[in-house]
């Protein structure tokens, strides 16, 4: 990694000692909530004056202590976070947001109250279909959350403190979308793996210091110069979480721009916004449940089945044009259950649309780097050879 | 002036070297040892006396496998998958799915003009690869060429039910203390090893003609068994280990030739031939 | 899910009960009625167990293909492993829920065989639905996912996901601030279900019927309870191997006369047995309760060797999914409509231990019914089984037994690993040691205690 | 209760503990509560031909005829093949039996044995009152060390000498054996040395040994058993893990295998006192 002054080195600091800047800010007198998966709703923590953390695993370290409370047969992702945990890693959370977004997710939130112990812990029962009777469930799961919440910090969250959260993070989104979507060029203007460290970045600030990062980045990063040099194939990586940028930059490595994806952190948790509601928990609701596209949300078949598949996977065709993608990197971890059974499905849809598909397996561990270079790089060859 | 080129497949248990012209015409395969990987300098020296050359006659190297990066004189590096393809392609015109069975992995290849259009490889469990054959075997007390003549003796039907290639191991060694028959617990790996290969390159819609390479290629009653699970005769490449190293030198002469037609030059490591180092 | 097997396992499997031996039957029986009922034009519906939605289809006479039931006697059967690989070959990772990867690999190959079983199919097979029931709410993913993955295979089968959740147990608020919500929702899933009905199969819903149904599903689980109740007798006239075969009457037939009947028998068999002082074993030294975890098929005669060592398991949480309707905080008879009802026997069920929880400070309700268990069954000790495949069921085991041995006591425990029906996970040899070592420990503490 | 207490007539019973285990199979010859001789084999071809060769064996280094063994008692994966046993037991108790004799002190014990780690509690009379095992994966195994040895090119021995000198940490993060097998190889591609390679296998196998402990909850003193045990790089990184002095046994590997003859002895003894 070169370094680079200004955001890029602030990034960089951030990924290479994550937490460090929740740690100093608790060491100031904030409160830090740690939350799995872009289904925490952040807004509401941010308008309750704490620090949202996204918890991270990290796919260097070898699992050693999860093992203790929590089966081998979680994803590893999950498991991995975990682990980092219980080793106190984290020591700096003063409380724990776990949605409901996957088997993986929602059977361990016991498994890490119980063993963490943190003085605040909520699990958001969030609905898995995105029809109306459940949006207006998840209205009220919601809301439930925003009273919980707002009995640990000692005062009601105030409608006018969601907004200003709300519109905080949509603008750290804007900015998020600004940064990735230098990414069109050819060649892009930030790569792959620099995007998905800044995005590891943030997952661990506050947002008003994403924002200012983020602008820092953008400044650095759009001058660049857009020099035309060797063609290489662009790559799209479509999957669940993918909190660590080894695997990116493994395939970048490998001679290709990675210029889009359909993750988290990534696209799939920064395109849409939150609208700004009367009530702003219509908005939210909206934003977590209908307009995150994410394999864990049942999205209800209303035409043929071919309509439902653009309604579910539509998106990804998009990315793949407005990108100018050559080919797509499907990535998914063992034991992730919403995405390995779309698997057959979304493949086909991907390679309907002319461009190929390579399917990955993974486990979450650094171990398997060997493994895959030779399947990128093979898939890289047969792209370029055509 | 005849031009040479060299194909350096450095496998997970194997490294292979041929140097061609038209046809082969130097060869040499070892095993990968752990520290051999970084000493492929010598079996590429050791070729290049076979065929009473030296390193400067070849125009192109491409070194493929496991431990391509460890080939500091290759001029390129391209994976065993493209090599597999092309070297298939070449020792057999009709393939048009690849099963190459290694030492650490197994992959199933489809071909459409010659070339690699889709893959798989085996990901999550050791079972199904060379290594599970190996350790076997060695738990049969049995080298590789006996496992596999010995299981066409079979008369009776084992079914191997651990995947995992040290339990497999375990199983097979209770199994042989409870007296069951070494042939008939040849055939139960075999068995193990086709099924764990074929729910793999089904993956691939097979389409015939199907062409076995790779180490596990030479095993006759492995190669029995998948055309069992396949239903569909298989060949077995004429060169089951040297196909990638083929593949890899008719990649460096393509590379030349397709440099040649646009009448630019070349790119090579212009590396001496020596062996890898390493900085840690 | 029961007992027919290869020849020579069959003689091996032996039931405590009467009734449990029947169940082989009587799911034969149940599994060709499903293309009989294709046969007549009756709609299908793939469907899930514990979904609730038991007396909505029976009111409207459609007839469920039980998928999860399908994939575990393919498990039973030991014949599962070449419909595991057919799915694996459609790309779908081994690490998932190998029920539904059993029933993927199967509707891939019959489709692809143009609507023809696969041959040899384990009992007549399983016939291409009109409808497929899925359940998003809260038990697990494969459940919403896996009809959705089927559709590829059958694109012009329609798929409903019914959210049924309960409230999570937290302690800084109770739940009853918030059950008003859920039973809402609930109610308006299951009206979206038969909506949903009503438009794909033609049929109406007769509101009548599902009423008597309810009615009927009510005083199944009061006589489903009363009779488990009885294995806390000692010795106990019935262990969890035979559970494993009244689950399919518990789960496959509720809402039927057929599954209230069975416990009829059931019942009346086990007072006998009790009478008699008859129990699954002769001389029963202990008694293990089945803390977690499905069961793996394709190797319940596992459960006859524990019998062999002087074992018995009076009690499982596994396929429990009834308690006694007249113990719920709540007067059903002033609930009149029949979705509402079901919801909040749903609810319930989930939540009848939360108040006692609350007051074992560091409790957690799944811990609380192993105490409970424990305690009315005279249990020395807990045996949980780990399928690798499914999450649902068996993430979180090891922290239960970790919190019971904390909050509770040290009871001895034994954690197996395998599967539900991938046989290539199960070692024979190495289970039975593992259930060695365990009554050995057993003895070790019995005997120390005594 | 020992054999010699009730044996006031200064007649000593011989008696042996066999215990036929995946990879190595162990005689312990017993007379009047003290190990006279012992043989350890690898279990190689059949397990009956090798249970006969390894209680041949202790036997001839006891001097001890075949006739004169009062019992015969087996355990472990083979024990079904030690045709002359009179009595067999799980081998879990009788490794709780054999650290029982060697650690009276001893509450919690580790084995590390071929197919998989388990860790279990003792009472004060040797009885095994609680258990876990590893995962269902070879990762966890002493099997793993075997491999990775001979990946290495070294014996066990070697390899512990080795692992001692380690200066840098290398770490292995998958848990599946033949694929640590594959990552070592590639480690020593990247140039990292058996050293520390060595080290890091060791420090894979103490982390899940450390796991299990916990599953255990963990009571002191903490005693180690089986093959792996004969690692003292294994040893100290699980003393590092646990935090506490392990005590380990001369001969390891002869745990279950001393346990079945003491348990061999009580019968003979019982038998004697009811004569
Ligand atoms: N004569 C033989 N008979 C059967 N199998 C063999 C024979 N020779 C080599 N093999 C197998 O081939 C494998 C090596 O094959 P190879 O294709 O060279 O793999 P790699 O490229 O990964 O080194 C070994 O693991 C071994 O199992
Ligand atoms: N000399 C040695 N040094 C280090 N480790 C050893 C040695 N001998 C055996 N081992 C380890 O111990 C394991 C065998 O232990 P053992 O307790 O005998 O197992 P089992 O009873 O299952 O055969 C082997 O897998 C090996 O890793
Ligand atoms: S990767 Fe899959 S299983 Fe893991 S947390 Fe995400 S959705 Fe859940
Ligand atoms: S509960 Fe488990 S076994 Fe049942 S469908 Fe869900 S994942 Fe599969
Ligand atoms: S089961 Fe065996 S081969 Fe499979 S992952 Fe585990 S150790 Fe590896």
């Known amino acids: ?386 | 002036m005849t031009e040479y080129f060299a194909g350096v497949d450095i496998g997970s248990t194997m490294t292979k070297v041929v140097i061609m012209a038209d046809a082969v015409v130097a060869r040499v395969v070892g095993a990968s040892g752990p520290e051999h990987r970084r000493l492929a300098n010598r079996v590429m020296e050791s070729a290049l006396a076979d065929a009473g050359l030296g390193f400067s006659d070849i125009a192109y190297v491409v070194a493929t496998g496991y431990g391509r990066i460890n080939v500091p004189f290759a001029d390129r590096q391209i994976t065993e998958i493209s090599c597999h393809a092309r070297g298939v392609a070449s020792l057999v015109p009709a393939a048009r799915t690849v099963i190459d069975i290694g030492g650490q992995d197994c992959k199933g290849i489809k071909l459409k003009d010659g070339r690699a259009v889709d893959f798989v490889m085996n990901d999550k469990c050791a079972a199904g690869t060379g290594r599970f054959l190996e350790v076997i075997a060695e738990a049969l007390g049995l080298s590789l060429e006996e496992m596999g003549e010995l299981s066409l003796q079979s008369q009776h039907d084992i079914e191997i039910s651990n995947t995992c290639t040290v339990f497999a191991e375990q199983e097979v060694v209770a199994k042989l203390a409870e007296g069951v028959a070494v042939a008939d617990l040849a055939v139960g790996v075999h068995k193990a090893i086709a099924t764990r290969i074929h729910g793999m390159v089904r993956r691939l819609k097979v389409e015939r003609e199907v062409v076995v390479t790779g180490g596990g290629a030479l095993n006759t009653g492995l190669v029995r068994a998948l055309e069992t699970k396949l239903g569909l005769p298989l060949l077995v490449s004429p060169e089951p280990l040297l196909s990638g190293a083929i593949g890899a030198a008719l990649l460096g002469k393509d590379t030349v030739r397709d440099a040649a037609e646009k009448g630019i030059p070349v790119t090579r490591s212009r590396q001496p031939l020596k062996e890898a180092t390493f900085f840690s | 899910m029961t007992e027919e097997k290869k020849p020579e396992e069959r003689k091996k499997r032996r039931t405590a009960t009467e009734a449990a031996g029947r169940v082989g039957s009587m799911t034969k029986a149940m599994l060709a009625n499903v293309p009989q009922a294709k046969g007549e034009g009756r709609p299908i519906a793939y469907s899930f167990i514990c979904c609730c939605y038991d007396e909505i289809i029976r009111a409207m006479d459609i007839t469920p293909h039980w998928v999860e039931n399908y994939a575990g006697i393919c498990g039973a059967k030991r014949d599962a492993q070449r419909f595991l690989e057919r799915a694996e070959a459609e790309n779908l990772s081994r690490s998932l829920c190998t029920y539904a990867l059993c029933g993927l690999g199967f509707d891939a190959w019959r489709e692809e065989l143009g609507g023809e079983m696969p041959p040899d199919a384990p009992w007549g097979g399983q016939v291409k639905p009109d409808v497929m029931l899925g359940s998003g709410q809260m038990l697990c993913d494969p459940r919403n996912k896996w009809f959705q993955a089927a559709q590829h295979y059958m694109p012009d089968v329609p798929t409903y996901d019914l959210n049924l959740p309960w409230p999570p147990y937290e302690e800084d608020y109770d739940y009853r601030e918030v059950q008003d919500d859920y039973v809402k929702y609930m109610v308006a899933q299951l009206r979206g279900l038969v909506e949903f009905l009503e438009r794909h199969t033609n049929r109406k819903m007769d509101w009548d019927r599902l009423s008597e149904l309810v009615d009927l599903t009510d005083r199944t689980w009061n006589l489903v309870h009363e009779a488990y109740e009885l294995r806390r007798a000692v010795p106990t006239p019935m262990g969890t191997g035979d559970a494993m075969n009244t689950m399919v009457p518990l789960s496959f037939m509720m809402g039927t006369q057929q599954g209230y009947d069975f416990f009829k028998e059931l019942y009346d068999e086990l007072q006998q047995k009790i009478a008699r002082k008859e129990g699954v074993i002769p001389d029963e030294k202990y008694r293990l309760l089945w803390g977690g975890g499905l069961p793996s098929w394709f190797a319940l005669t596992d459960f006859n060797y524990f019998n062999s060592k002087g074992a018995v398991f009076p009690a499982e949480t596994t396929y429990r999914m009834v308690e006694a309707l007249y113990n719920f905080d709540i007067d059903f008879a002033r609930i009149t409509d029949p979705l509402e009802h079901i919801a909040w026997r749903w609810l319930k069920f989930w939540t009848c231990r939360y108040d006692k929880t609350r007051q074992r400070p560091g409790s957690h309700p799944d811990v609380e019914r192993l105490i409970d268990y424990i305690e009315d069954y005279q249990i020395d000790g807990v045996v949980m089984h780990e399928a690798f495949s499914c999450r649902s069921w068996h993430v979180g085991l090891i922290w239960q037994l970790n919190l019971l041995k904390k909050i509770y006591r040290d009871i001895p425990s034994l954690v197996l690993e395998s599967d539900i029906i991938d046989i290539s996970s199960y070692n024979e040899a190495d289970t039975r040691a593992r259930i060695d070592a365990f009554i050995d420990t057993l003895e070790a503490v019995k005997s120390r205690a005594g | 209760m020992s054999a010699s207490d009730n044996d006031s007539s200064g007649y000593r019973p011989a008696v042996i503990g066999v215990d036929i285990g995946s990879s190595f199979s162990k005689a312990v010859v017993l007379s009047g509560g003290t190990i006279i001789s012992w043989a350890i084999l690898p279990s190689v071809g059949s397990y009956r031909a090798v249970a006969d060769e390894v209680i041949n064996q202790a036997l001839a280094r006891a001097g001890v005829a075949a006739e004169d063994i009062a019992g015969v008692s087996a355990t472990g994966y083979g024990a079904a093949s030690v045709a002359s046993a009179s009595q067999s037991s799980s081998d879990l108790s009788c490794q709780g039996r054999g650290i029982a004799y060697l650690f009276p002190s001893a509450r919690t014990v580790v084995d590390i044995g071929a197919q998989f780690t388990r860790a279990f509690r003792l009472d004060g009379a040797g009885h095994v009152v609680a258990f876990v095992l590893s995962e269902k994966c070879a990762g966890g195994s002493g099997r793993l060390l075997a491999i990775i040895a001979r990946v290495l090119q070294i014996d066990l021995d070697e390899m512990d000498r080795l692992a001692r000198e380690s200066k840098k940490k290398v770490d292995f993060t998958t848990s599946c054996a033949v694929f640590t097998e594959s990552e070592v190889v590639s480690r020593i591609a990247e140039g990292e040395s058996r050293e520390d390679i060595a080290a890091g296998v060791y420090r894979a196998l103490a982390a899940k040994a450390q796991s299990l402990v916990e599953r255990l909850k963990f009571a002191p003193d903490c005693a180690l058993a089986g093959g792996g045990a004969k690692n003292t790089s294994l040893v100290k990184s699980i003393e590092e893990g646990v935090g506490v002095d392990v005590l380990v046994p001369d001969e390891p590997q002869l745990v279950a295998a001393l346990g079945a003859a003491l348990m061999a002895e009580d019968k003979v003894a019982v038998g004697k006192s009811r004569s």
């Open chain 1, 1 to 386: 990694m070169k370094v680079e002054a200004g955001g890029m080195a602030l990034v960089d600091k951030y990924c290479q000692d994550y937490g460090s800047r929740a740690r100093e800010l608790k060491g100031q007198g904030r409160k830090i909530i740690g939350g799995l998966c872009a289904y925490v709703p952040v807004e509401i923590i941010t308008a309750a004056g704490f620090v949202p953390f996204r918890i991270k695993g990290s796919v260097s370290e070898p699992i050693t202590r999860a093992d203790v409370e929590m089966e081998t047969i979680v994803c590893p992702l999950v498991r991995s976070c975990f682990d980092l945990a219980v080793k106190g890693r984290y020591e700096f959370l003063d409380g724990l947001v776990i949605p409901h977004a996957c088997d993986s997710i929602c059977r361990t939130y016991d498994v890490w109250k119980y063993t963490l112990g943190l003085p605040y812990s909520h699990f958001i029962n969030m609905p898995h279909s995105d029809n109306d009777t459940s949006l207006e469930f998840y209205k009220t799961v919601l809301n439930t959350f925003r009273k919980s919440l707002g009995k640990f910090a000692g005062r009601e969250i105030s409608d006018d403190s969601l907004l200003q959260a709300i519109k905080q993070h949509n603008e750290n989104r804007a900015r998020v979308r600004q940064l990735a979507g230098l990414r069109r060029s050819d060649p892009p203007l930030i790569s792959g793996e620099e995007l998905a460290r800044a995005l590891i970045a943030i997952m661990s600030i506050p947002v008003e210091e994403s924002i200012s990062l983020l602008g820092d980045v953008i400044a650095e990063v759009k001058p660049r110069a857009s020099a035309t040099g060797v063609e290489k194939p662009r790559i799209m990586v479509v999957g669940a979480q993918l909190d660590d940028d080894t695997f990116i930059r493994l395939i970048e490595d490998s001679g290709a721009w990675v210029v889009a994806d359909d993750l988290c952190p990534g696209t799939r948790e920064f395109w849409p916004d939150a609208d700004i509601t009367a009530d702003p928990i219509d908005g939210l609701a909206e934003r977590y449940l209908q307009k995150i596209k994410c394999a864990r949300t049942y999205r209800e078949q209303k035409g043929t089945y071919p309509e439902y598949l653009e309604e579910r996977f539509g998106h990804i065709g998009g990315f793949i044009r407005d990108f100018a993608v050559d080919g797509v990197i499907l990535y998914i971890y063992k034991y992730c259950d919403p995405f390995g059974f779309e698997v057959p499905a979304v493949k086909s849809y991907i390679e309907s649309l002319g461009t190929p598909v390579l399917y990955l397996e993974d486990e979450y561990s650094k171990s398997t780097i060997g493994r895959l270079r030779t399947r990128v790089q093979a898939f890289l060859e047969l792209l370029g050879a055509k």
